[in-house]
């Protein structure tokens, strides 16, 4: 979906939801009527946040899209994902608290985790996280049972969010080096093991990393002395032609299209 916000949004009772719109948006449950969700921080210097959920319309002929906040916070809002059933949230607070929100209704509670960043799986089915020293962990939450929180303190440092690929087998992230620069390394999930990309360093934008649709590619931006630079790493391709460069592009973020190219 394309979603552009041409007024201040307001709820059905026709209430402003505030001013300040997040550009990041997530779906819900994966059907034919996908919702949308984001976040809407409150106007007028207020560090309350909401997250509002928008279901397009079905059809050319259907009524206008519905929308409704289904989480209000006093404290701002960094991220969120949604459970695979899409009745749970996980939001992180800018504070670092990673909140368990049910959408019945039931009141949130805290997961027990201090995170400075999140990304979940496209499965949604588990959570990678970055704790404020920089160590990675995968968490798996499990309704009326424990969580599984793994720990991979040899994935080095991170900076900024993971990202992980479209069929939730690697996740790519940046990393310090023991000569405090960023490398860029991808994380096998299922042995769990991370290796560097070979040849590459990210003295910035670290944060701009995306995978093409089938998992096979990872396009990110970093930092060059000249300029931005735009490159894409094929992690199961020879070494010779693993790392190619695009060119020059000064963005802050970068996406494939939905056909790959």
Same mark, same amino acid.
């Given at each position: 979906y394309t979603l552009h916000l041409a007024a201040t949004l307001q709820d059905a009772h026709h209430n402003p939801l505030g001013a300040d719109h997040d550009y990041h948006f997530t779906t819900g449950a994966?059907?034919?009527?996908?919702?949308?969700?984001?976040i809407v921080r409150d106007a007028g210097g207020s560090?309350?946040?909401?997250? /509002?959920?928008?279901? @397009?319309?079905? #059809? !050319?002929?259907?009524?206008?899209?519905?929308?409704?906040?289904?989480?209000?916070s006093d404290h701002p809002v960094a991220a969120f994902g949604?459970?695979?059933d899409a009745a749970t949230l996980y939001v992180l607070h800018t504070s670092g608290v990673l909140a368990v929100a049910p959408l019945d209704g039931t009141a949130a509670s805290d997961s027990?985790?201090?995170?400075?960043?999140?990304?979940?799986s496209p499965s949604r089915d588990e959570l990678a996280y970055v704790t404020s020293d920089g160590t990675l962990h995968i968490?798996?939450?499990?309704?009326?049972?424990?969580?599984?929180?793994?720990?991979?303190g040899q994935a080095g440092k991170v900076s900024g969010s993971?990202?992980?690929?479209?069929?939730?087998?690697?996740?790519?992230? /940046?990393?310090?080096? @023991?000569?405090? #620069? !960023?490398?860029?390394?991808?994380?096998?999930?299922?042995?769990?093991?991370?290796?560097?990309?070979?040849g590459v360093t990210l003295p910035l934008r670290a944060s701009a990393m995306a995978w093409s649709v089938d998992g096979t590619a990872l396009a990110f931006t970093r930092g060059a002395t000249a300029a931005p630079e735009a490159w894409v790493y094929r992690p199961l391709a020879a070494q010779g032609s693993a790392l190619v460069k695009l060119g020059v592009l000064?963005?802050?973020?970068?996406?494939?299209?939905?056909?790959?190219g």
């Open positions: 994966l059907d034919l009527t996908r919702s949308l969700g984001f560090s309350g946040s909401r997250i /509002a959920m928008l279901r @397009p319309p079905a #059809g !050319l002929n259907a009524p206008a899209p519905s929308l409704r906040v289904i989480y209000t949604w459970s695979p027990g985790i201090s995170a400075a960043s999140m990304a979940t968490w798996r939450p499990s309704p009326g049972g424990a969580p599984t929180d793994v720990a991979l993971p990202v992980w690929s479209g069929d939730r087998r690697r996740l790519a992230f /940046a990393a310090s080096d @023991p000569s405090g #620069g !960023l490398l860029l390394r991808v994380l096998d999930r299922e042995t769990l093991s991370a290796s560097d990309a070979p000064d963005a802050s973020s970068i996406a494939w299209s939905s056909n790959g």
